[in-house]
Each structure stands twice: as structure tokens, then as C-alpha cells.
């Protein structure tokens, strides 16, 4: 059973700082591509990073710059470290990951970005 567990989420003012992390279980996770997105309310998901089996990485323009993704196989966990934030990033962050055709979805962590 595939399961994805956000945390880090958190209320933060502009240009601070946050780490989330999301913790898969189920799957080759050293195999696995990995992805983060946002949805904020009223709007669609948005497709904010990945990081490849390989580790390699790849950016939203919106984010690109300000947000880094990683991840340690050991421990089946990707990070997305968020820095300069901004009232616009205010979302639920999820992470996913895809698996015999099918996208599997963590519960998502909510972050808020205001003075």
C-alpha cells in the first residue's frame, strides 16, 4: 500500500523560511520519481517541483530560485525547503508519486504565508 505523509507545513511571515518534508511508504523509493504541488483555495493544482530517481531537478517558474527540493533514500523522505516566501505561496503542499499507471496523493500540509 502506498502511502505519502506531509509534514512542515506552518503559518510564516513574508521572506521567511520553511522545510517540508514528505515520508512514502510502498514503494522502491530509490527508484521513484518524486513530485510537489500546491493547491490554494479557489484555485487548481499546481505542479510546484520534482526530483528524479537520479536526483535530478526541475522547477516551476514561479518557485525557481526560492524553493529546493531533495531527498535521502535512508530515510524514503523528499524535502522541499522553501525560502523567500511569499503571500502567494500561501497553499496546501502535497506530494506525489506515480506507480503502476496511477498517482498516489499524501493528505498535504498547509502553509501560510502573512504579517
Known amino acids: 500500500q502506498v502511502q505519502l505523509v506531509e509534514s512542515g507545513g506552518g503559518l510564516v511571515q513574508p521572506g521567511g523560511s520553511l522545510r517540508l518534508s514528505c515520508v512514502v511508504s510502498g514503494i522502491i523509493f530509490s527508484a521513484t520519481t518524486i513530485q510537489w504541488y500546491r493547491q490554494a483555495p479557489g484555485d487548481q493544482r499546481e505542479w510546484v517541483a520534482t526530483i528524479t530517481y537520479g536526483g535530478g531537478t526541475n522547477y516551476a517558474d514561479s518557485v525557481k530560485g526560492r524553493f529546493t527540493i531533495s531527498r535521502d533514500n535512508a530515510k524514503k523522505t523528499v524535502y522541499l525547503q522553501l525560502d523567500s516566501l511569499k503571500s502567494e505561496d500561501t497553499a496546501v503542499y502535497l506530494c506525489?508519486?506515480?506507480?503502476?499507471?496511477?498517482?498516489?496523493w499524501g493528505q498535504g500540509t498547509q502553509v501560510t504565508v502573512s504579517s
Open positions: 506525489s508519486v506515480r506507480q503502476w499507471g496511477k498517482d498516489f
